[in-house]
């Protein structure tokens, strides 16, 4: 059982960073693919990234270059640091975790977070 706990979230203007922290309860954390995805109000949640136990990432298109997934497994936490914002990057974001090696669909995460709202004005 694994419990994800997000936080950093809040409202930016266009061009700033954020980092995103999720928190994570379980003695297994290091093997899980841990992923960020997000969602926009009447879209569909949306895959930004992933974590590897291995510590290799995997980026959706629209955020490479911006976005950094990194995870401390001392202290059981994955993080997303996203610089140079947009507006379409406002969503509400959570991770994830999975027992896969590399998930990067919804329905192979089995645990969640309960998500953060990133809002970027132009």
């Known amino acids: 059982q694994v419990q994800l706990v997000e936080s950093g979230g809040g409202l930016v203007q266009a061009g700033d960073s954020l980092r995103l922290s999720c928190a994570a309860s379980?003695?297994?954390?290091?093997?899980?693919?841990m992923g960020w995805f997000r969602q926009a109000p009447g879209k569909d949640r949306e895959f930004v990234g992933a974590?590897?136990?291995?510590?290799?990432?995997h980026y959706v298109d629209s955020v490479k270059g911006r976005f950094t997934i990194s995870r401390d497994n001392a202290k059981t936490t994955v993080y997303l640091q996203m610089n140079s914002l947009k507006p379409e990057d406002t969503a509400v974001y959570y991770c994830?975790?999975?027992?896969?090696?590399?998930?990067?669909?919804?329905?192979?995460?089995?645990?969640w977070g309960q998500g953060t709202q990133v809002t970027v004005s132009s």
């Open positions: 974590i590897r136990w291995s510590g290799s990432t």
């Open positions: 379980g003695r297994t954390f290091s093997s899980y693919c």
């Open positions: 994830a975790a999975s027992r896969q090696d590399l998930a990067w669909v919804p329905g192979d995460y089995g645990y």
